[in-house]
């Protein structure tokens, strides 16, 4: 169950992170 809840983790602050990409480009 560990395992499961840090790969949620992992692939949530993947998408943040393309999320703030996006933000970042539509900024520029």
């Not at 499961?4 to 539509?26: L, N, P, Y």
């Amino acid at each position: 169950a560990k395992g499961k809840a840090k790969q949620v983790e992992a692939k949530v602050s993947e998408k943040v992170e393309d999320v703030k990409d996006g933000a970042k480009k539509i900024i520029d």
